[in-house]
């Protein structure tokens, strides 16, 4: 397997932090910013060579042509209705000419109106001077104004399909973030309260953070969000006692060891998603979904899939079911005595679980699943969120020529492509904290996580893509095949449970209902507070954020309606989830011990596959 150098320590000893109280001398910061431009050339040197043209935008899905043919097609729609584009313009200068009058009113020190807030939960503007003083209150309330200008004018175009009319709208976020007052040092208050008060020692100290930044990349930027030497795997992450029981090329199955004296009669295997590692469900023992699973009395499996390389490059869609799922519910069995498991799939996990519940009930084998929980998981991608923008011909076209060459798709790539999807966040906040204002990245659990990335097949990838993403075959009555067998989710009659998060912008809320609906058999929905992850890894000891519930489900009904008639709840779904899985958990027996099994343990958890480093 590919093995990646560890990422350097951010906080080497010889990277001594100045005196910010020491008078400021021209020579020293001269000979300073020399030796770090000396660092930084070799670096740019080596990326023009690796890298050459602009092939890595359209690697990302950002094909300049491709762009063009969308803003064409903007323009088009514009001229045809000319009288919103007018509308929107006059409304933008009107806006425009009250923040004038206000800010001239702020200037001479009278009261004053704002004309557009920060909208909740945006970061960027937290400093007070932004609100305090009326140069950066201006600059800021006008780049708000500017930007919801510019995304109205694309969400208004509704003569453009709906997939250029999104990606449009998405390319116009990026480029708005991008263009944001908070990311240059002259336009930032506290980037140049900071250099003035260190002498620009800042400055210098980003430099140095953003050589090596490259240096870990090896010539790429890889932005530091977070103290890389702050984790390890098996160490302070992915702690919870276990044995790993069984391999195969694809994966390595987990049994974690009991904490209680008695156990459910029914184990429960864990699905995770194979584009990132496991222990997201396992992070510390105050946030570990397994190890409070574990202790509510359960027999717990977890799946840990290996991080691929090229000799894997021919494993398919329908190898991470019968290597992956099926493999683990027939060492289960072997192990346990029990022909039946729980089974959580979380993700792309989910997406397995749906397929393969409707494989084994196309073969009378969905016995075998007791019941089913879908966490944050698509099964119908007519609306899967931003990620399905990326996805069309062109794209597609630029990625198979990739993984081609390398036998799978970079971990990296898929990386960037959800940072992209949440820049502010994932990129232009660690610009500002590193690079401007020479801050070392606070040590984040979650970051580690995110930025461990895995490489995925080629086979099982262009398979997944094409049939989910693009074509959205999932949710047709045999629209996919798995081998010879038409896959058919509405025969699926396994009782299943769904947790969804509101703010998720990789599986969208709505979408998950609209896929649940499909499925037969007896169904509960949950939406959760919170994204895709924070939504999900929510103890009920942190007694943090609200979940909603709705016992009512019918085919007449979507989603909107069935949240208008929710009931709002405080705390985490994981508790709500405890109780409902018990009534397929079966009774109480003696705990199993992982180490007295059928099975011979490979290794202590948490395993050797989920230490393998992605590119």
Known sequence: MT????????????????????????LAFSKQMGEILER???LFTNYVQKHGGSEELAEQGFSLAGMQNVLMDYWQNAFQNPQKLLDLNLEYAQNMFLLWQESTRKFLGEDSEQIVQTEKGDRRFKDPIWQDSFVFDFIRQSYLLTSQWLQKSVRNADTLPERERNKLDFYTRLFTDALAPTNFAMTNPEVLRETLSSNGQNLLRGLENLVEDLQR???????SKTRYEAFEVGKNLATTEGSVVYQNDLMQLIQYTPSTKTVFKTPLLVLPPWINKYYILDMRPENSFIKWAVDQGHSVFVISWVNPDKKLSQKSFESYMKEGLIEALDQIEKQTGEPQANVVGYCIGGTLLATSLAYLTAHKQDKRVASATFLTTLIDFHQAGDLSIFVDDEYLKIIDEKMDKAGYLEGSNLRQTFSLLRANDLIWSFVVNNYMLGKEPFPFDLLYWNDDSTNMPAEMHRFYLRNMYRDNKLCKAGGIKIGKTPIDVSKIKVPSYFISTKEDHIAPWKSTYEG???LGGKKRFVLAASGHVAGVINPPAANKYHYWVNDKIDDREHAEEWLDQAEQRDGSWWSDWAEWVKAHAGKQIPARDPKKGKLKVIEPAPGSYIKMKGD
């Open 217 to 223: 990349g090896e010539g790429d930027l890889e932005i």
């Open 40 to 42: 930084l050339q070799p």
């Open 3 to 26: 093995q990646k150098k560890a990422p350097p320590s951010s906080s080497s000893p010889d990277k001594a932090a100045p005196d910010a109280a020491a008078p400021f001398d021209p």
């Open 516 to 518: 649940m609906m499909l």
